[in-house]
Nanobody, 124 residues
Framework: QVQLVESGGGLVQPGGSLRLSCAAS????????IGWFRQAPGKEREGVSC????????YYADSVKGRFTISRDNAKNTVYLQMNSLKPEDTAVYYCAADFGLFRLCVPRGYNTWGQGTQVTVSS
């Protein structure tokens, strides 16, 4: 069964950090571009960061550049999103998703395998 499972979400104060994990089962991440997306209440799902398959090319939304870092560990079949200097506006459900092949776009419609999401809440 092809599956992505996110973990690492939670409640954190502004300025704090979290590391999200996206673990794959039933398939090998090596050949997939992986994206992190988020959806806040009343807003559309948006691309946060994506990492390509073979060349590891990365994309970051302007709102998270310099604060978030995406990485992949193919040996563990896992992709991570390190989130530092968190802001209240980062509060959302965070999803990881997979797209077979090289990186193209970091938009939801390009990805066809999704995890169930993990809640991130930034609040004092």
């Amino acid at each position: 069964q092809v599956q992505l499972v996110e973990s690492g979400g939670g409640l954190v104060q502004p300025g704090g950090s979290l590391r999200l994990s996206c673990a794959a089962s039933g398939f090998t991440l090596d050949y997939y571009t992986i994206g992190w997306f988020r959806q806040a209440p009343g807003k559309e799902r948006e691309g946060v960061s994506c990492i390509g398959s073979s060349d590891g090319s990365t994309y970051y939304a302007d709102s998270v550049k310099g604060r978030f870092t995406i990485s992949r560990d193919n040996a563990k079949n896992t992709v991570y999103l390190q989130m530092n200097s968190l802001k209240p506006e980062d509060t959302a459900v965070y999803y990881c998703a997979a797209d077979f092949g090289l990186f193209r776009l970091c938009v939801p419609r390009g990805y066809n395998t999704w995890g169930q999401g993990t809640q991130v809440t930034v609040s004092s």
